[in-house]
């Protein structure tokens, strides 16, 4: 039997894997969660005799049952192949404390390409497979790092158009350089004046608007998302949670069947849901540790059962982690409640209070760190062991010192490294020496090589001296008026 999938808030249509990656989102504002998630059929000790593609091909194939061998292996070829600057693609580090899983090998060197290097294989494939052939418009919005790793994976690729949107003032230096002067004819990055959750409610009231989506429709477009709302980026990401699994045998830190921790610094959401999609698939997960920063909504959450939006919004070192409203808790909520009215009255309680209270037992456990925490990870990991974190895993890093400070808890953990350091290189020369302080963004990439003695990945090699290509700011109420404009000239 095949898997469908269907909407958190009840919405009746069920879909198959490759329309839900065509639709990104239900009609009715749901988010599309398999009806039961499957169980895998190879023992946790063959991964360790896999690759990377392999095991992509043996989970993604549970996953996305409706794609057939040959178009999963053709997506799965295109994606990860030298685009990553390591033959492993997610290759594991190891510290005394735990193991580091480096997701940021990839064309923008932040974990987000993991699942976008892929995305557009999987969205071309199938509209292929469902007779759609209208341009597919792909709006996403940003809080730094989706934009770069979409604008990358769809760039030139014919029948898609990509717009992107993200805060004007909350992204870093080398993310904003990165985006403004991204190549290909079928582009598009707009600055808003907001943060990230103003550009995120925007671009998914614009996703269901009606009457823009049959005005589109009757030219010949249809919208798609690239945002992790879009089941096409969560299920690569649970790959590498096997992954990493495997190569904690083969580093003999665990054995075949163990319990494993993962830390997992947390934004809208995604990356740590695919790891509870892993545990429910059948890997032995103990603990995943949501590790926010100062924007710690999930940590109260998962600490009182009340997720409650409304208190300010912090700017801090790790930007991409800047999210108040974390888009796929509402998936968990669907698998732990199995209650789709639930689930919409909650949604709807957020929209209008901004707040909603659950309390289910799960097997997630919250932690955030301050800046000065972070600030600290960075610096004392450094001097211990020689290895420099980007200031969103030093919020992770933290969040497992705290998380077994706490609890005493002995099993063995894997931190998910979600970007380079030298993407957030000012903030992290400043944690290693505060006499770096004030270093211009782009002087700090090449000081950063110096200090840590490792080249400057060659994505941002030069960032500075590349052209700028885009330089639209708008309000995030012209949103809708500027996509039904800007569409046009795809
Ligand atoms: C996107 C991102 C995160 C947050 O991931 P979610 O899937 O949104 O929770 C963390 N770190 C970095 C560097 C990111 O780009």
């Known amino acids: 039997m095949a898997l469908l999938y269907k909407s958190t808030r009840g919405d009746k249509k069920f879909v198959t894997a490759s329309q839900a990656i065509l639709r990104?989102?239900?009609?009715?504002?749901?988010?599309?969660?398999?009806?039961?998630?499957?169980?895998?059929?190879?023992?946790?000790?063959?991964?360790?005799?896999?690759?990377?593609?392999?095991?992509?091909?043996?989970?993604?194939?549970?996953?996305?049952?409706?794609?057939?061998?040959?178009?999963l292996r053709a997506c799965i070829d295109g994606a990860y192949d030298d685009k990553f600057d390591d033959p492993l693609i997610a290759p594991l580090t190891e510290t005394e404390e735990c193991g580091v899983l480096e997701l940021f090998h990839g064309k923008t060197i932040a974990f987000k390409d993991m699942a976008l290097s892929i995305l557009p294989y999987l969205l071309k494939t199938s509209a292929k497979k469902n007779g759609e052939d209208r341009t597919v418009i792909i709006l996403t919005a940003t809080s730094g790092d989706t934009g770069k790793a979409a604008l990358e994976g769809f760039a030139n690729v014919d029948g898609?158009?990509?717009?992107?949107?993200?805060?004007?003032?909350?992204?870093?230096?080398?993310?904003?350089?990165?985006?403004?002067?991204?190549?290909?004819?079928?582009?598009?990055?707009?600055?808003?004046?907001?943060?990230?959750?103003d550009c995120q409610t925007a671009v998914k009231k614009a996703f269901t608007d009606p009457e823009l989506k049959s005005q589109l429709a009757s030219e010949g477009y249809v919208f798609s998302s690239a945002n992790s709302i879009n089941i096409g980026r969560l299920a690569p990401q649970i790959v590498y949670y096997f992954?990493?699994?495997?190569?904690?045998?083969?580093?003999?830190?665990?054995?075949?069947?163990?319990?494993?921790?993962?830390?997992?610094?947390?934004?809208?959401?995604?990356?740590?849901?695919?790891?509870?999609?892993?545990?429910?698939?059948?890997?032995?997960?103990?603990?995943?540790?949501?590790?926010?920063?100062?924007?710690?909504?999930l940590y109260d959450f998962f600490k009182t059962g009340v997720y409650d939006i409304n208190r300010k919004?912090?700017?801090?070192?790790?930007?991409?982690?800047?999210?108040?409203?974390?888009?796929?808790?509402?998936?968990?909520?669907?698998?732990?409640?199995?209650?789709?009215?639930?689930?919409?009255?909650?949604?709807?309680?957020?929209?209008?209070?901004?707040?909603?209270?659950?309390?289910?037992?799960?097997?997630?456990?919250?932690?955030?760190?301050?800046?000065?925490?972070?600030?600290?990870?960075?610096?004392?990991?450094?001097?211990?062991?020689?290895?420099?974190?980007?200031?969103?895993t030093a919020v992770a890093y933290s969040g497992l010192r705290k998380y077994v400070g706490e609890t005493g808890d002995t099993t063995p953990s894997v931190v998910v490294s979600t970007a380079s350091p030298f993407k957030f290189a000012k903030s992290v020369l400043a944690a290693i020496d505060?006499?770096?302080?004030?270093?211009?963004?782009?002087?700090?990439?090449?000081?950063?090589?110096?200090?840590?003695?490792?080249?400057?990945?060659?994505?941002?090699?030069d960032l500075d001296k590349r052209p700028i290509l885009h330089d639209i700011c708008i309000e995030k109420d012209e949103i809708k008026d500027f996509v039904r404009n800007r569409i046009r000239q795809f």
């Open 24 to 71: 990104g989102i239900a009609d009715d504002g749901g988010l599309y969660v398999p009806t039961n998630i499957p169980k895998i059929d190879f023992g946790t000790e063959e991964i360790v005799g896999m690759d990377y593609k392999e095991l992509a091909y043996r989970v993604l194939r549970l996953m996305l049952d409706d794609f057939s061998e040959e178009e």
């Open 160 to 197: 898609t158009g990509i717009i992107v949107f993200f805060p004007q003032d909350g992204v870093s230096d080398v993310q904003k350089r990165q985006m403004i002067t991204q190549e290909g004819k079928n582009t598009c990055v707009v600055g808003i004046k907001g943060n990230f959750d």
């Open 243 to 297: 992954y990493a699994y495997g190569q904690m045998i083969k580093a003999g830190r665990i054995s075949v069947g163990d319990k494993l921790n993962f830390v997992v610094p947390t934004g809208n959401f995604g990356n740590i849901l695919a790891g509870y999609y892993a545990k429910e698939m059948g890997l032995p997960v103990g603990k995943l540790v949501c590790a926010s920063n100062e924007n710690k909504v």
């Open 313 to 392: 919004f912090i700017l801090t070192s790790s930007p991409s982690m800047d999210i108040l409203i974390s888009s796929n808790l509402e998936r968990l909520l669907y698998h732990l409640s199995e209650d789709t009215d639930k689930v919409k009255g909650l949604m709807e309680g957020l929209g209008s209070a901004g707040k909603y209270e659950f309390s289910e037992d799960s097997c997630f456990v919250g932690e955030y760190s301050t800046e000065s925490e972070t600030f600290e990870t960075i610096k004392s990991v450094f001097e211990k062991e020689n290895y420099v974190l980007d200031t969103h």
């Open 434 to 461: 505060s006499k770096y302080e004030g270093t211009e963004a782009f002087e700090a990439v090449g000081l950063l090589s110096e200090v840590s003695g490792t080249a400057v990945p060659k994505p941002i090699k």
